[in-house]
């Protein structure tokens, strides 16, 4: 099953977006979720990540104080809200998740077994 990324878009730069992520036919609370993005020519790199119950986040140093990820178990959804937005963070975003335990978040790209097909974000300056 393939997670699905939407909300993408071009914005200008300072501006912001918020990108969601549906995990369907799951039960998204046994999942630890992640964003990463990938820019052209670039290896995928983490951005963020959440814990099972949403109580725990950690979030890669370049979107610190820009970023806020958030989910919302009952309606299978994670956000992440992007402020600020930086040209470099021109890139397409993906959202992962993989079954962790309580309190759990992941930074480690190999760790997560589900993605989605991601959704372009384009910073212009």
């Known amino acids: 099953v393939q997670l699905q990324a939407f909300g993408g878009g071009l914005v200008q730069a300072g501006g912001f977006l918020r990108l969601s992520c549906v995990v369907p036919?799951?039960?998204?609370?046994?999942?630890?979720m992640g964003w990463f993005r990938q820019a052209l020519n670039k290896e995928r790199e983490f951005v963020a990540t959440i814990s099972r119950a949403g109580t725990v986040r950690d979030y890669a140093d370049f979107v610190k104080g820009r970023a806020t990820i958030s989910r919302d178990n009952a309606k299978n959804t994670v956000n992440l809200q992007m402020n600020s937005l930086k040209p470099e963070d021109t890139a397409l975003y993906y959202c992962a998740a993989g079954q962790g335990v309580t309190g759990q978040t992941v930074t480690d790209i190999n760790w997560y077994d589900v993605w989605g097909r991601g959704t372009q974000v384009t910073v212009s300056s």
């Open positions: 036919g799951r039960t998204m609370a046994a999942y630890v």
